[in-house]
């Protein structure tokens, strides 16, 4: 019979897993629509922004708002990797390098599928900007993890280092 913690990691690492491969499939989603849809969207959100910015590119910023979309994507697929592999109570090295492999292999297979579809294109550029994103993503779950530690240890009143082991590291 498992007991009640080991059924409530069992509940996290479901959740955070499901969430991490609806966030693949989301990138891949993407990924997979025709050149001119995906610029369409790209142009309605720059020609939103011209009006706020009138001494811009309409070029620059349609790049900007592309590399912007992608960093976004991938900062949520590895703040969701990040916690799924948590939950697996790795210790902080392995968590950071599942979590960037992961990411990393889904930045490949992505601009692998836009090699396949029409009026896409694939660059390596893409590939560092997805997993800079992701590390950005993987920043912000350490970042919690720090700031909810540092928490708990003030409530408990003592202020000794944060980081000690890896089971005291994650709330799940």
Do not use: Y
Request: aromatic share 14%.
């Amino acid at each position: 019979m498992r007991t009640s913690t080991a059924h409530h990691r069992l509940f996290w690492r479901r959740l955070f897993g499901g969430l991490s491969l609806l966030t693949i499939a989301f990138i891949f989603f993407n990924s997979t629509r025709v050149g001119e849809v995906s610029s369409v969207a790209s142009d309605t959100i720059a020609n939103w922004f011209l009006r706020l910015f009138e001494g811009a590119s309409f070029d620059s910023l349609t790049f900007f708002i592309r590399k912007s979309a992608h960093m976004a994507e991938f900062a949520l697929l590895g703040c969701l990797v990040s916690v799924f592999f948590a939950t697996w109570r790795l210790s902080g090295p392995g968590i950071w390098c599942s979590s960037s492999l992961t990411a990393l292999l889904t930045a490949c297979c992505d601009e692998q599928i836009q090699l396949l579809i029409p009026g896409r294109s694939s660059e390596v550029r893409d590939i560092w900007v997805d997993f800079f994103g992701a590390l950005a993503g993987i920043g912000i779950f350490w970042l919690i993890c720090f700031i909810t530690k540092r928490i708990q240890r003030r409530r408990q009143g003592c202020l000794t280092p944060v980081l000690r082991s890896r089971k005291e590291n994650f709330p799940w």
